[in-house]
Every structure is written in C-alpha cells, then in structure tokens.
C-alpha cells in the first residue's frame, strides 16, 4: 500500500511540475523553446521524465486506486 502511494504522489508531483512549466513557458513566450533559453531544457527534460512509466500519472493513480479497493488484478505483469 505505502508503494502504491508513493507512486501516486510521484504521478501528481510530475503533473504540478509539468503545469508549473507551463505556465513559466506561456509567460516568457515562443523565445521559451529557442535553443539557448534554458526553459526549453527544463521543458524537454520534465516532458520525458513525466513520461517515463514509473512517473505516469494515468498509472500511478490506478495502481493506487486499486491498492485503496483492495483489488488484486494488477494492469501488467510489469507494473
């Protein structure tokens, strides 16, 4: 149960971090994803991280739900 929690507050964490980048991205404007502009390395960094299957919130959030409901049918034999 403490690892599929651990898992759903990582998915959400990697929601918030992609919201906050964002939100910096639409402020400062197209310049935001040029080359030497370091947001467009946080932005393609945080992109691929929150991506990554461990991080994935559509996951962790069901891995979680079914861990509250005690359901014991897992989404694949990997996660």
Known sequence: ????????????????????IDILLSAHG??????????????RDSATAARHAIVSPAVS?????KALLGVEERI???V
């Not at 990697?14 to 919201?19: F, L, N």
């Not at 197209?30 to 932005?43: K, N």
């Open 1 to 20: 149960m403490t690892r599929a929690r651990v898992r759903s507050d990582t998915g959400y964490v990697a929601e918030s971090i992609t919201r906050a």
């Open 30 to 43: 197209a310049a935001s994803f040029a080359e030497f502009s370091p947001l467009q390395r946080l932005w």
């Open 61 to 65: 959030y069901e891995v979680y739900g």
């Open 76 to 78: 694949t034999p990997l």
